[in-house]
């Protein structure tokens, strides 16, 4: 009788009165243990019916009565919410004085209206209100900036500077910003004769015409492709006990620089890496690019067949969301996730597209993935092996003997306005067709997460921080935009220029905010205010990566090998390294001399024996995706560039290059600050290494009266270009 005349008076009441006080409690406070699924206390907080009804301790509340209702009375004494890791969670007294009222008022709950544990954010979580689940604005910058700025990057960044009372750093020096330039888009050092040139043109396009030739050299996609292989966990071998290689992963890698080099569209470049395969008239690059796929560890010899089959489905789903959404979906295939709005349901429906293809078990060399023939082509890719698959089921807790509902292919729920099923392949189709459609959910213009994600990581790089400084988590554990409006604007400027990134990458680059300078006139103030750089008020400092300060070190020592593609190159690695593998030195051979001298790039990437020197510069952990390196200052990294027999190796070439091509001592200073550090030495510099050649040779004299002086001479010339390697100017960039 009491619940008949309770729902009596729901029609017609204002969900928007209910959300802004009742339904922001509950979502926030109460949900998380009295929903639908298991609800503590049989009280189930998400319906008016169930409400209503009460739980296992009676009716909740009394109509038109607050003093008379349990619920409220627990709540008053700190009962409801309870404790938790010993600090009280009680609401709020406004929170308490809202209920009263409204339970006073009659407890009034619109029709239909259904809560859940997302439907709020809170201190605890994030909700489907989470600023990267809305729509991406299109953002203007709102124009109250004093300065007339051409780029409208830095129209975002000013205001906000001067809304806290900053100012943007000087430009730097012209030297600084071409060899910050040429890093950034081919990953290498410009050449003196370069730097001079650019220096001495004042034509007001100087900067923009070297911005356009770095664009278009084919060092560019060999650059920004090493990012993208972090991001989606390539590496040459399986992993695990035998750690074989997987045969023509390289293809995949020169897919990535190509599709770089020529700008492909990111929406393309996204789909073709998941759905290749399922395009019409699919040809063998389409097919490489599914290599994306295949990427991961694989266990030739797992210990359950079955629960590995769900363990690669984890690495796909995990893989995918994060390099193209930024999320932490992977988090919910044990139960909805703990922070972000993404329920069980959705991982297994992300999964179900993945499902007819990630078999547990299979001819050990084809690595647990389709034979030549279901591919099409000779190469490491994917497609579905059953096109007609069984249901994916959800997995109570993720055990694989608790399986529960069916779920169908899908996207993610909590993106209303795409939260539609997939449809059922055509009947003539040799896939599944699922892949496709993620990717065209992926891609559409409403999907709130592929271009700011996309954008993001590539401000990232030029910067050395994101606009979000967490590129693979969106969610309640990342870091909120510094500025949302600017990252929005961004994706929006990237879907609407047919989704090609060199034009962002043109676009941030010809910023006055790319070009700052390190230093700011009002440095120490500043820090006050913005210790972390967040508002950009001056360019960060960054070390060079590992792969960066290896091909800069071959460059400076003029043994850099510029070929493009191919197979990878071992390069050796000490006996001691080796001690550790089942083969020892048996099961590890460095490649010729010639091939060693290519880019880091292309450095076989062997997931059980990672080439100690890279790790010691923080190359990352290959077996999950890694959109943001550690990039540490450690004593081992300073004795690494001292001690490398490596790094003396071509500490001797670098001198070489210049000793036989001049003899005049002074014009050999200059020319090896000029070769490493891109300008002259300074009069200081100069006696410092006039001292030191002085001081090596006698050394040296002393102590190797068997050598030729020709050869003491030598020694003590790489001696002065080791030091130069080992230079903060040569491992910074400023």
Known sequence: MFAVCSFSRLVGVSEADFDSTIADIFSKRCIECHNSSEPNGELNLTQAEPFFLGGASGKAFVPGNSDGSLFIARIESGEMPPPKNGKSQKLHESEIQSLREWVNSGAIWPQGRVLDLFDRSSEVRAGR????????????????SSVSLANPIDAFITERLAANGLSPAPAAEKSIILRRLYHDLIGLPPLAEDIDTFVADDSPDAYERQVDDLLARPQFGERWARHWLDVVRYADTNGYERDAEKQNAWR?????????????????????QLAGDELPNRNESNVIATGFLRLGTWDDEPNDVAEYQYERLEDLVHTACTAFLGLTVKCARCHDHKFDPIYQDDYYRIGAAFWPGPVAHRDRALNGGPTQEELGFDVLGWTDININPSPLRVLKKGDIHQPLHEVPAGPLSSVKQLNRPFVPKANDAKTTQRRLQLAQWMTDPSNPFTARVMANRVWQHHF????????????????????????????????????????????IVMSDTYQQSVSHPQQAEFMQVDAANHLLWHANRRRLDAESLRDAILFTSGQLDLRLGGP???????????????????????????????????MFNKRGLVVPFMTTFDICDNTIPTGRRESTVVATQAL????????HEQSRAFANRFLSACDVHSVRIDIAWQMSLGRKPTDHERTFAEGHLRRQQENLEGTHREKKVGDVEQFAWASLCHVLLNTNEFLYLD
């Open 464 to 507: 050395g921080e994101g606009l979000v400084r967490t590129p693979d988590n969106f969610g309640f554990n990342g870091q909120r935009p510094s500025h949302p409006e600017l990252l929005d604007w961004l994706a929006t400027e990237l879907m609407a220029g047919n989704w090609q990134l060199k034009r962002i990458h043109k676009l």
């Open 568 to 602: 990878s190159f071992r390069a050796p690695i000490n006996g001691e390294a080796l001690e550790g593998l089942s083969l020892k030195g048996a099961a590890y051979h460095a490649s010729e001399l010639k091939d060693r001298l290519r880019r880091s790039l292309y």
């Open 640 to 647: 690494a560039m001292l001690n490398n027999d490596w790094v």
């Open 129 to 144: 209100d989470w600023w990267s689940f809305q729509p991406i604005q299109n953002s203007q910058n709102s124009g109250t």
């Open 252 to 272: 995949y890698r020169d897919w990535v620089v190509n599709a770089f080099n020529s700008d492909m569209p990111y929406d393309r470049f996204l789909t073709e």
